[in-house]
């Protein structure tokens, strides 16, 4: 089945900086790949995703690229801000029917 | 508004005693889920629904039940609870499943003694 590793498992940055995770995948038939942001005492909310026909989304500060030769994704944040701070996820999955497998998580820590 | 509701958000139990975590989505979706997030594990899911009287088993489905009688309703049950079951768990919903968003519900942080 799907396997997602995510790396770092955390990240410390200084506001203002850029911060990048990057997910690798075991399944070449996956075509869906979100990422979620997990704020303290809350559930992970999906802050962008990118389906397999694009090789890269932006969303204003956020930005997510797709190497589907090479099965990894990455989430790309620039100008960072403190609140920023949390634990992001990556997913991955195949078609509708299938489960989305998550990465194990980023502690990215952003200080002023 | 949109979202996911958990209930309790916060439960302390013993050993052995049955508890129920309600999940209820507004959203009329279809897929609904149960996970549960350790330190260093992430999200690892439990068991899934894909509609109405259709559940089946996620990655860690052992000692937990669930049921879907009614679309918008996903409990999770805890029949004789371990501390290993000790863990925050979240319910998700989504339109479909595989490739739509999921919404997250808040979390329940449940601690067995």
């Known amino acids: 089945g799907e396997n997602v590793e995510q790396h770092p498992s955390t990240l410390s940055v200084q506001e203002g900086d850029s911060a990048v995770i990057k997910c690798t995948y075991s399944?070449?038939?996956?075509?869906?790949f979100p990422w979620y942001k997990q704020e303290l005492g809350k559930g992970p909310q999906l802050i962008i995703d990118?389906?397999?026909?694009?090789g890269e989304k932006k969303d204003q500060r956020i930005a997510v690229t797709l190497n589907k030769t090479a099965k990894h994704f990455s989430l790309h944040i620039t100008e960072t801000q403190p609140e920023d701070s949390a634990v992001y996820f990556c997913?991955?999955?195949?078609?509708?029917?299938?489960?989305?497998?998550f990465g194990k998580g980023t502690t990215l820590s952003v200080s002023s | 508004e949109a979202q996911v509701t958990q209930n309790p958000r916060y439960l302390i139990t013993v050993t052995g005693k049955k508890l129920t975590v309600t999940c209820s989505q507004n959203?009329?979706?279809?897929?609904m889920s149960w996970y549960r997030q350790d330190p260093g594990l992430g999200l690892r899911q439990i068991y899934y629904?894909?509609?109405?009287?259709?559940?089946d088993k996620g990655d860690v489905p052992e000692g937990y039940k669930v049921s879907r009688k009614e679309k918008r309703n996903f409990p999770l049950i805890l029949e004789s609870p371990s501390p290993n079951q000790t863990s925050l768990y979240f319910c998700?919903?989504?339109?479909?499943?595989?490739?739509?968003?999921?919404?997250f519900g808040n979390g329940t942080r449940l601690t067995v003694t």
């Open positions: 998700a919903s989504s339109l479909k499943t595989g490739n739509s968003p999921l919404h």
């Open positions: 399944d070449s038939a996956s075509n869906y």
């Open positions: 990118i389906r397999s026909n694009v």
């Open positions: 997913a991955a999955s195949k078609q509708a029917g299938t489960a989305l497998i």
């Open positions: 959203m009329n979706h279809e897929y």
């Open positions: 629904s894909m509609n109405v009287e259709a559940t």
